[in-house]
């Protein structure tokens, strides 16, 4: 059992009164904003680097497979960019009296876009890094 009277800084966000603990639920927003502001570029950068790869000459190379990879890449990638958005929309347009739900819902939209990117991560490095694609495209039969 959690003990309530414990520093508001160790306790669950669940369990954070919005108005007495409002300090600490800001300080963990904006905590998080700060993580957000540095993951946001570099996921928006591999989706960009994606969205061209279809213009690249050897892109048409690809068996079913690599196709497969590329559209989980890029759909996890733009789901990640949604994920990693949404808590700056929540707290512009969320009840600004219901700091510690915003709080929760910001948390679990940031572990989304964190698992997005991973699985967009490895399924590029996958299409790009595969050590048989290059014998396919060299040698067809």
Do not use: N
């Amino acid at each position: 059992m959690i003990d309530l009277d414990q520093a508001a800084s160790d306790r669950p966000a669940a369990l954070l009164d919005d108005e007495r603990d409002r300090d600490e639920l800001r300080r963990r927003y904006y905590g998080l904003m700060q993580e957000l502001r540095v993951l946001l570029p570099g996921v928006q950068i591999l989706v960009a680097f994606l969205l061209t790869a279809p213009f690249a000459a050897r892109f048409t190379a690809l068996d079913a497979t690599g196709r497969g990879l590329y559209a989980i890449a890029l759909g996890a990638g733009s789901l990640s960019v949604i994920s990693f958005a949404t808590p700056t929309v929540i707290h512009r347009v969320g009840d600004r009296r219901a700091r510690s739900s915003r709080l929760r819902w910001s948390v679990r939209s940031f572990r989304i876009g964190l698992a997005c990117f991973g699985v967009s991560l490895v399924s590029a490095l996958t299409v790009v890094a595969d050590p048989h694609r290059d014998e396919q495209i060299h040698h067809p039969f």
